[in-house]
């Protein structure tokens, strides 16, 4: 009897505990969920880096993040913008939690009165009113995004769209700048985010502009990140004509120089290039509203490049259909790419007008002349 007792005394040892974690709640998986904010305006954070244990994701247009299945009991909460101090709080989770986390910036809060929007066609955008353009503009002043014009050292401007950072002209001569917005149908999510010479930044508040469109069956986006000027092409052909890349021909080309009108009847047929940008952190955009029977081959060429530059080409098929495709094309250029065209895809519209992204063996016929 005597041999027994110790596996009496550590199974009812085993019992207790159990019932002590009981009381606390069961160490179980719960989700953690939160919103990334400006500590002192309250203005939510998009891209702001998240870890949780040994998950980490990035916050959204909103500032929001989510972990699933964390594990329970102790857990540290890490929180990382550039621009900001970063922020870390400590869980002892015992049921699903929502934590918000505010992270703290030494620069004076930015002023909404500093900047304001425009449509494709210049006109003044007030607040919660949409556009039927594809892009718009945020304008901004200088002097005026801090009470104290001078208590701050301005060193660049970015604008915020649906959570992606998209560079901006800053013309300091005229104590002003520019930001294209490419939007996307339905409502965009829009912020500016200003950087002080030491590496400071402050965020606005969140905006909304609604894209109303009733019909745009192809959205083409190219965006790079460092200092570059790369262009967008659209050729269309019949499937019989081949897929060749010809810089300096008209036909059924859509580039920074040609607007093309002969690749169907009327405005709502043919392609239009609303934004040729350059510099860090640029884009291109074009779009179409309605697709015709053929091959549409869609190539990027770098006018510029002064460093190796990481680029993106979103393409939008349908974007205001049920049938709504997205594909996306990440694409690495050097300073030996300037001037050579790259092929991304072609979108194939049959003449039942379904369409189709396949791939057509690339030729090159001409390129810029440097």
Same mark, same amino acid.
């Given at each position: 009897?005597?041999?027994?007792?110790?596996?009496?005394?550590?199974?009812?040892?085993?019992?207790?505990?159990?019932?002590?974690?009981?009381?606390?709640?069961?160490?179980?998986?719960?989700?953690?969920?939160?919103?990334?904010?400006?500590?002192?305006?309250?203005?939510?954070?998009? %891209? +702001? =880096?998240?870890?949780?244990? &040994?998950?980490? /994701?990035? *916050?959204?247009?909103?500032?929001?993040?989510?972990? @699933?299945?964390?594990?329970?009991?102790?857990?540290?909460?890490?929180?990382?913008?550039?621009?900001?101090?970063?922020?870390?709080?400590?869980?002892?989770?015992?049921?699903?939690?929502?934590?918000?986390?505010?992270?703290?910036?030494?620069?004076?809060?930015?002023?909404?009165?500093?900047?304001?929007?425009?449509?494709?066609?210049?006109?003044?955008?007030?607040?919660?009113?949409?556009?039927?353009?594809?892009?718009?503009?945020?304008?901004?002043?200088?002097?005026?995004?801090?009470?104290?014009?001078?208590?701050?050292?301005?060193?660049?401007?970015?604008?915020?769209?649906?959570?992606?950072?998209?560079?901006?002209?800053?013309?300091?001569?005229?104590?002003? %700048? +520019? =930001?294209?917005?490419?939007? &996307?149908?339905? /409502?965009? *999510?829009?912020?500016?985010?200003?950087?002080?010479? @030491?590496?400071?930044?402050?965020?606005?508040?969140?905006?909304?502009?609604?894209?109303?469109?009733?019909?745009?069956?192809?959205?083409?986006?190219?965006?790079?990140?460092?200092?570059?000027?790369?262009?967008?092409?659209?050729?269309?052909?019949?499937?019989?004509?081949?897929?060749?890349?010809?810089?300096?021909?008209?036909?059924?080309?859509?580039?920074?120089?040609?607007?093309?009108?002969?690749?169907?009847?009327?405005?709502?047929?043919?392609?239009?290039?609303?934004?040729?940008?350059?510099?860090?952190?640029?884009?291109?955009?074009?779009?179409?509203?309605?697709?015709?029977?053929?091959?549409?081959?869609?190539?990027?060429?770098?006018?510029?490049?002064?460093?190796?530059?990481?680029?993106?080409?979103?393409?939008?098929?349908?974007?205001?259909?049920?049938?709504?495709?997205?594909?996306?094309?990440?694409?690495?250029?050097?300073?030996?790419?300037?001037?050579?065209?790259?092929?991304?895809?072609?979108?194939?519209?049959?003449?039942?007008?379904?369409?189709?992204?396949?791939?057509?063996?690339?030729?090159?016929?001409?390129?810029?002349?440097?």
């Amino acid at each position: 009897m005597a041999k027994g007792k110790p596996y009496f005394v550590l199974a009812l040892l085993v019992i207790l505990a159990a019932a002590l974690v009981g009381c606390d709640g069961e160490l179980g998986v719960y989700t953690v969920s939160g919103t990334v904010w400006e500590e002192d305006s309250g203005n939510p954070l998009a %891209g +702001a =880096a998240v870890t949780l244990g &040994e998950q980490r /994701t990035v *916050t959204n247009a909103r500032g929001q993040y989510a972990f @699933a299945e964390v594990p329970g009991g102790e857990q540290l909460l890490q929180v990382e913008l550039a621009g900001y101090e970063p922020a870390s709080v400590q869980l002892n989770l015992r049921k699903d939690s929502t934590v918000d986390v505010g992270l703290v910036s030494p620069l004076p809060v930015l002023r909404d009165s500093g900047f304001h929007f425009v449509d494709g066609e210049g006109a003044v955008l007030k607040a919660g009113e949409g556009t039927t353009a594809p892009r718009a503009e945020i304008l901004y002043y200088l002097r005026f995004l801090f009470a104290d014009p001078d208590a701050v050292e301005i060193d660049s401007v970015e604008a915020v769209l649906n959570g992606v950072v998209i560079g901006s002209a800053l013309y300091r001569e005229m104590w002003m %700048g +520019a =930001a294209g917005l490419p939007l &996307e149908p339905g /409502t965009n *999510t829009v912020q500016l985010r200003v950087w002080d010479s @030491a590496g400071w930044a402050r965020t606005s508040k969140l905006y909304t502009i609604d894209f109303d469109v009733e019909r745009l069956d192809l959205r083409v986006l190219l965006s790079w990140d460092k200092d570059a000027d790369l262009d967008l092409h659209l050729f269309k052909r019949e499937s019989d004509e081949g897929n060749v890349f010809d810089w300096y021909t008209e036909d059924r080309h859509l580039s920074y120089w040609s607007q093309p009108e002969d690749f169907g009847e009327g405005p709502a047929q043919n392609p239009v290039l609303d934004w040729d940008g350059y510099g860090p952190r640029g884009w291109d955009g074009l779009y179409l509203e309605e697709m015709t029977p053929g091959d549409y081959h869609i190539w990027i060429s770098a006018w510029h490049i002064a460093e190796p530059t990481q680029a993106q080409v979103k393409v939008i098929v349908d974007a205001t259909a049920d049938t709504r495709s997205e594909s996306i094309t990440a694409v690495e250029l050097t300073e030996d790419d300037q001037d050579l065209p790259v092929y991304i895809t072609t979108v194939r519209v049959h003449e039942d007008g379904t369409k189709e992204l396949i791939h057509v063996e690339p030729e090159v016929a001409s390129i810029a002349e440097g």
